[in-house]
């Protein structure tokens, strides 16, 4: 029962499953191309050049506002309608999103500072991305004022129990500002549940977030959004198309509900720049709203992907299957279904395969991931990362958002797991 089924192959899970590899190589070549263009772009162009005023950058401040408008269209906002930036990744999109929810609820804060408000909380799961806890700790609320929500078996928060900590928090005086979703969190790849999460934010007036710097590209296939479900209730985004949609870093977006707000929370209306007399639409002006003052153009990958169809929704689909096809082959190992690309599974050397005594056998197995990845990197065939969570021992987490990976590759990795373990 605790071993490798390795007589599955890929021809037959193929035939089984009647589903096309991609093309990966057609995929590529046009990938490349794409790339090659860029490059070629930056060095004649300075594409380097920054985004901070209509004046400066005309056409980067255009695609940044077409494209920000389609990824609301897409969250289902009504035609597109709220704010939102390009950011240098996940986690300063997440802080984003932090300092707008407590601007919302007290704007002072941007003047007086943190000793003008109320003791603030922000409620996270326990399974959520480390940079809430970092962006809290930069903003002056503290990691000790992020509060940890329960997870169920499969790694969603539970709602219930973010009621139950909303209320406590309130009772010892405490300020609830912040909720942060995740959408595929980074171990599980587990989707929280949005709705019944946006219902507890409503009925608390609680600044929702949802961290979709992972999970949030599955907005863009028709057979997997369903697990973003309620995204639409949020009242901020993070998406990273730099992530599951393979634009290369970086290339991360916050997108915000809410019109202006953005701007009141980060202008300094530095008059150098941002002169208020000029003879166009100021609104085009979005350099105020960051916290940066010149930032880097990561829109124009983003565009051309889209411009060039490269077809995201595949892609989602196709990476979704070969990892599902790894799950097939270890299913007797593996401790938890996949809702996103990762899978999570352990592998049990014979030795340790049938030995009796549990915890035993959990003080072996926990060394046993540790000891493969060792190997793997002196071999220097291949690397997969493991960890624990919470009371499971060490596993490994195998996630692919390359779209040229193949059943072959999943073949390869787990008779390599196997070759480096067997006499652990
Ligand atoms: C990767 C990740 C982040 C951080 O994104 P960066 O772009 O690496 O800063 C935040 N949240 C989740 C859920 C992630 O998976």
Same mark, same amino acid.
């Given at each position: 029962m605790l071993c490798f089924s390795t007589s599955a192959k890929a021809s037959d899970f193929n035939a089984n499953c009647a589903l096309k590899q991609p093309n990966s190589r057609g995929k590529n070549a046009r990938l490349q191309a794409i790339f090659q263009s860029w490059h070629i772009l930056c060095n004649q162009h300075h594409v380097m050049s920054l985004v901070f005023t209509y004046e400066v950058a005309p056409v980067f401040v255009l695609l940044e506002y077409v494209s920000l408008k389609k990824m609301r269209e897409i969250i289902g906002w009504q035609d597109g309608r709220g704010d939102g930036i390009f950011s240098p990744g996940g986690a300063i999109s997440n802080m984003y999103a932090m300092l707008l929810a407590r601007f919302k609820m007290f704007p002072e804060v941007k003047e007086k =500072?943190? +000793? +003008?408000?109320?003791?603030l909380v922000a409620f996270t799961s326990e @399974? *959520? @991305?480390?940079s809430i806890k970092k962006g809290a700790a930069a903003l002056g609320i503290g990691t000790e004022s992020v509060i940890c929500i329960k997870v169920d078996e499969s790694g969603k928060m539970i709602p219930a129990d973010l009621e139950r900590r909303i209320v406590e928090a309130k009772q010892k005086g405490f300020v609830p500002f912040f909720v942060s979703a995740t959408a595929? /969190? /980074?171990? $599980?790849?587990a989707f929280d549940p949005l709705i019944a999460i946006s219902d507890v934010c409503k009925k608390y007036n609680v600044w929702m977030h949802v961290d979709?710097?992972? =999970? =949030? *590209?599955?907005?863009? +296939?028709r057979r997997h959004r369903w697990k973003l479900d309620g995204v639409d209730r949020a009242n901020s985004v993070t998406w990273n198309p @730099?992530?599951?949609? *393979?634009?290369?870093?970086q290339c991360s977006a916050l997108l915000v509900r809410e019109e202006g707000l953005m701007q009141n929370c980060n202008q300094m209306h530095a008059c150098y720049l941002f002169q208020q007399d000029k003879h166009y639409d100021l609104s085009y002006d979005t350099g105020d709203k960051a916290l940066q003052c010149g930032r880097h153009v990561d829109i124009f990958k983003l565009w051309l992907m889209w411009r060039a169809k490269v077809k995201k929704r595949k892609h989602c689909c196709s990476v979704l299957q070969v990892l599902l096809f790894l799950f097939a082959l270890i299913l007797s190992l593996f401790f938890l279904y996949p809702q996103h690309t990762n899978v999570c599974f352990w592998y049990l050397p014979p030795g340790i395969r $049938?030995?009796?005594?549990k915890e035993e056998r959990k003080k072996h197995l926990h060394k046993v991931a540790p000891v493969i990845k060792a190997r793997m990197m002196e071999y220097g065939t291949t690397m997969v990362s493991y960890q624990p969570q919470g009371d499971k021992v060490n596993f490994f987490r195998m996630v692919i958002s390359n779209p040229a990976a193949t059943f072959e590759d999943i073949d390869f990795l787990i008779e390599e797991i196997e070759r480096l373990g067997q006499d652990l």
């Open positions: =500072g943190m +000793s +003008s408000v109320p003791r @399974h *959520s @991305h480390f595929g /969190t /980074t171990v $599980y790849g979709g710097a992972w =999970g =949030g *590209s599955l907005l863009m +296939s @730099h992530k599951m949609m *393979s634009v290369p870093l $049938y030995m009796e005594d």
